[in-house]
């Protein structure tokens, strides 16, 4: 029998794809006209017992680049958080996750947005006092979730996420947080270049 948070994963992933969907028929910038650097900082949760019970997660600091891309919003994302053992009894690790997502942002006021869509990625584990050099990468997806508040080319920024990465045991890991985000203007020659 499925758990409840599976079928809650399962769920928020295909409401991303209907909201793209929905709404992706109004095209509102040019493809690779700009660049938003965004630094955040994230507390992660594990879902599954067999994680949850062996390890913590510390809170994770994250870097992302968000560029128009046709329909909505193509993003580039890494985050880095720590793998800790309450009682010291399991090994400890370092984890780097590396995304690629396709989001939509919806306008609700001249400041105001909210940013939702699906990523697929990389977790990258590595233990961090052990002999033996230990490393393990995954294959993950998820969804997120994002209001944000934008004044002239800052945006400061709210996120919910889910993400499921495919371990023997699939390991879910639900993180909120929030950052700020930089609107960089690329010039015409360039864009011309990555097209």
């Excluded at 690779?32 to 965004?38: A, T």
């Excluded at 879902?47 to 949850?52: E, L, M, P, R, V």
């Excluded at 994770?60 to 046709?70: C, E, G, M, Q």
């Excluded at 508040?149 to 993180?175: C, G, M, N, W």
Aim: negative net charge; charged residues 20%; proline residues 3%.
């Amino acid at each position: 029998m499925k758990s409840i948070w599976e079928r809650l994963f399962k769920t928020i992933i295909a409401c991303c794809f209907a909201f793209i969907l929905l709404l992706s028929t109004d095209v509102k910038s040019q493809t690779f006209s700009k660049l938003d650097i965004g630094l955040g900082y994230n507390s992660a949760f594990l879902i599954n017992d067999k994680f949850s019970s062996r390890w913590d997660i510390e809170n994770s600091i994250s870097f992302s680049i968000l560029t128009p891309f046709y329909i909505g919003t193509a993003g580039l994302g890494v985050d880095y958080f720590f793998y800790s053992s309450p009682d010291d009894q399991n090994i400890e690790y370092k984890s780097f996750v590396y995304t690629f997502g396709l989001f939509f942002e919806q306008k609700i006021t001249k400041h105001f947005s909210i940013t939702l869509g699906p990523y697929v990625g990389i977790q990258d584990l590595r233990a961090t006092e052990t002999i033996d050099n230990v490393e393990e990468r995954e294959l993950l997806y998820g969804a997120k979730f994002e209001p944000a508040f934008k004044f002239s080319r800052i945006s400061i920024f709210l996120s919910a996420e889910t993400t499921r990465t495919f371990f023997y045991h699939p390991q879910d890991i639900v993180s909120f947080g929030g950052g700020l985000r930089y609107e960089f203007k690329l010039p015409e020659t360039l864009q011309n270049i990555i097209k």
